[in-house]
């Protein structure tokens, strides 16, 4: 069944017409097609042929779609093979009958074909090996030498040289040379020092580097501990309904882990490890159930303190004596009844942190932000540090305040009214002495 077309005048089919390619043609050129192409594009204009100009353009644009990547395959026709076979043969005929004119003839012949036969070749190869620039530097530089060359030639400045090294005594030249040699040695030993001394400074480059990763690697290995630790002592204090319970065994091996993992971490961990106890309401005395041991809730989503006759579950006891927490974060942290007798918290953030009845004596506290801490229960006219003997009323605040003798309060950050009127009053000569603002007008009341 015929297609009719859709216009009057039905484009008519335009003529394929082939070009004889040159006898050294090479395939490289962006019109050359394989035949399944050329097959392809045949089709389709003949399917062209047949369909309305309105379709011409989808058309046009399939059969562009169908032309392949241009190949780089480099053709010799026959006739061109042959010719050069017979330009070697005549070669080799001067040679055999010893006659200079067949040579040269068969010798240009070859060149020429060779030439011919090679040169789409090394185009292609000039194109893809060397960019643009690398083609503009080697000319650049060619083109340099050649100037010099040309230079050193036309200007009369290699005569110069010649007659000046034909004026040299070149036999009393001789001690000059053994001098050059002598510094040629000396500049051998020097390049020897700088070739040794950078080895040196390459190698410790390198321990540096070793030593960072080392450093790097170890903190890795440190938080992973502290992970695993929060991790235990959370399975350890909470039972199934998230209670704490007041299990005395239970307490026993979280005091334990806390006091073994003090012992393998630096002030940083030590001061995460009392973030988390802190927050967890692990180191504060809560009050208890006597009989189930729960702890008891405030009414308002917490737990009940009782610091009077609360239980913690973990008590820190001496765990942090002569301990090194300089510049560590320990914000809202619960430090009250701890031992930080010679402790170091120079630069620590202390703001809203609790050392009611902690020890400080000796404890190094220069440069601390202490916005908010709390260092005595009760009021400042009633209030006094611990005692051996006497229990704390935390009501007036008597034996409720910290052991701050000897402490060196030197540069402290946002320093209370209050708190500076207790350490003054509590701290000793030695403590008066390092409190900002002085303490003129108030009292020794620790009379040493």
Same mark, same amino acid.
């Given at each position: 069944?015929?297609?009719?077309?859709?216009?009057?005048?039905?484009?008519?089919?335009?003529?394929?017409?082939?070009?004889?390619?040159? &006898?050294?043609?090479?395939?490289?050129?962006?019109?050359?097609?394989?035949?399944?192409?050329?097959?392809?594009?045949?089709?389709?204009?003949?399917?062209?042929?047949?369909?309305?100009?309105?379709?011409?353009?989808?058309?046009?644009?399939?059969?562009?779609?169908?032309?392949?990547?241009?190949?780089?395959?480099?053709?010799?026709?026959?006739?061109?093979?042959?010719?050069?076979?017979?330009? #070697?043969?005549?070669?080799?005929?001067?040679?055999?009958?010893?006659?200079?004119?067949?040579?040269?003839? *068969?010798?240009?012949?070859?060149? !020429?074909?060779?030439?011919?036969?090679?040169?789409?070749?090394?185009?292609?190869?000039?194109?893809?090996?060397?960019?643009?620039?690398?083609?503009?530097?080697?000319?650049?530089?060619?083109?340099?030498?050649?100037?010099?060359?040309?230079?050193?030639?036309?200007?009369?400045?290699? &005569?110069?040289?010649?007659?000046?090294?034909?004026?040299?005594?070149?036999?009393? $030249?001789?001690?000059?040379?053994?001098?050059?040699?002598?510094?040629?040695?000396?500049?051998?030993?020097?390049?020897?020092?700088?070739?040794?001394?950078?080895?040196?400074?390459?190698?410790?480059?390198?321990?540096?580097?070793?030593?960072?990763?080392?450093?790097?690697?170890?903190?890795?290995?440190?938080?992973?501990? #502290? &992970?695993?630790?929060?991790?235990?002592?959370?399975?350890?204090?909470?039972? +199934?309904? *998230?209670?704490?319970?007041?299990?005395?065994?239970?307490?026993?091996?979280?005091?334990?882990?806390?006091?073994?993992? @003090? $012992? =393998?971490?630096?002030?940083?961990?030590?001061?995460?490890?009392?973030?988390?106890?802190?927050?967890?309401?692990?180191?504060?005395?809560?009050?208890?159930?006597?009989?189930?041991?729960?702890?008891?809730?405030?009414?308002? *989503?917490?737990?009940?303190?009782?610091?009077?006759?609360?239980?913690?579950?973990?008590?820190?006891?001496?765990?942090?004596?002569?301990?090194?927490?300089?510049?560590?974060?320990?914000?809202?942290?619960?430090?009250?009844?701890?031992?930080?007798?010679?402790?170091?918290? $120079?630069?620590?953030?202390? !703001?809203?942190?609790?050392?009611?009845?902690?020890?400080?004596?000796?404890?190094?506290?220069?440069?601390?932000?202490?916005?908010?801490?709390?260092?005595?229960? *009760?009021? #400042? +006219?009633?209030?006094?540090?611990? =005692?051996?003997?006497?229990?704390?009323?935390? +009501?007036?605040?008597?034996?409720?305040?910290?052991?701050? +003798?000897?402490?060196? @309060?030197?540069?402290?950050?946002?320093? $209370?009214?209050?708190?500076?009127?207790?350490?003054?009053?509590?701290?000793?000569?030695?403590?008066?002495?390092?409190?900002?603002?002085?303490?003129?007008?108030?009292?020794?009341?620790?009379?040493?």
């Amino acid at each position: 069944m015929a297609i009719e077309s859709n216009s009057p005048n039905p484009p008519s089919r335009e003529p394929l017409t082939e070009q004889e390619p040159d &006898d050294f043609d090479g395939g490289s050129r962006d019109s050359h097609l394989s035949p399944e192409a050329l097959t392809a594009q045949q089709a389709l204009a003949a399917i062209s042929s047949l369909q309305s100009s309105q379709n011409a353009a989808v058309m046009q644009q399939a059969r562009s779609n169908m032309q392949q990547r241009p190949t780089h395959q480099f053709t010799v026709k026959p006739r061109a093979l042959m010719l050069t076979i017979a330009a #070697i043969a005549v070669i080799f005929l001067g040679v055999i009958v010893n006659n200079w004119i067949l040579g040269i003839i *068969g010798t240009l012949l070859t060149l !020429v074909l060779s030439l011919a036969m090679l040169l789409p070749w090394l185009q292609y190869i000039l194109k893809e090996w060397f960019t643009p620039e690398d083609r503009t530097l080697f000319v650049g530089f060619f083109g340099l030498i050649a100037a010099i060359v040309g230079l050193i030639k036309f200007s009369g400045i290699g &005569d110069r040289l010649l007659m000046l090294g034909r004026k040299i005594n070149w036999e009393a $030249s001789g001690t000059l040379a053994e001098w050059f040699g002598a510094l040629g040695q000396i500049l051998i030993a020097i390049i020897a020092v700088y070739v040794a001394w950078r080895q040196y400074v390459i190698s410790k480059d390198l321990t540096i580097q070793q030593n960072l990763l080392t450093v790097q690697q170890n903190i890795i290995t440190q938080q992973q501990t #502290i &992970d695993s630790y929060f991790q235990g002592i959370s399975d350890l204090v909470l039972d +199934e309904e *998230g209670l704490l319970e007041d299990w005395p065994q239970e307490r026993a091996i979280a005091e334990g882990r806390t006091a073994a993992i @003090f $012992s =393998s971490v630096d002030g940083s961990g030590k001061a995460k490890i009392l973030r988390f106890l802190s927050r967890s309401k692990l180191l504060t005395p809560l009050k208890r159930d006597r009989r189930l041991g729960r702890a008891i809730l405030n009414g308002m *989503g917490g737990y009940a303190e009782d610091r009077l006759e609360g239980v913690r579950v973990i008590d820190l006891g001496v765990m942090l004596a002569t301990a090194d927490l300089a510049g560590t974060d320990l914000r809202w942290t619960d430090l009250s009844e701890a031992n930080l007798v010679r402790a170091n918290l $120079s630069a620590c953030d202390l !703001v809203k942190a609790n050392l009611s009845r902690t020890i400080l004596y000796d404890a190094n506290l220069s440069g601390a932000d202490m916005n908010g801490v709390r260092l005595f229960y *009760g009021s #400042i +006219e009633k209030a006094s540090p611990r =005692s051996r003997t006497e229990p704390p009323n935390y +009501e007036t605040g008597e034996h409720t305040g910290a052991v701050i +003798e000897n402490a060196d @309060f030197t540069n402290v950050q946002r320093m $209370s009214e209050a708190n500076r009127y207790y350490c003054c009053a509590w701290g000793g000569e030695t403590t008066r002495a390092t409190i900002p603002g002085g303490c003129e007008g108030i009292p020794n009341l620790l009379e040493r």
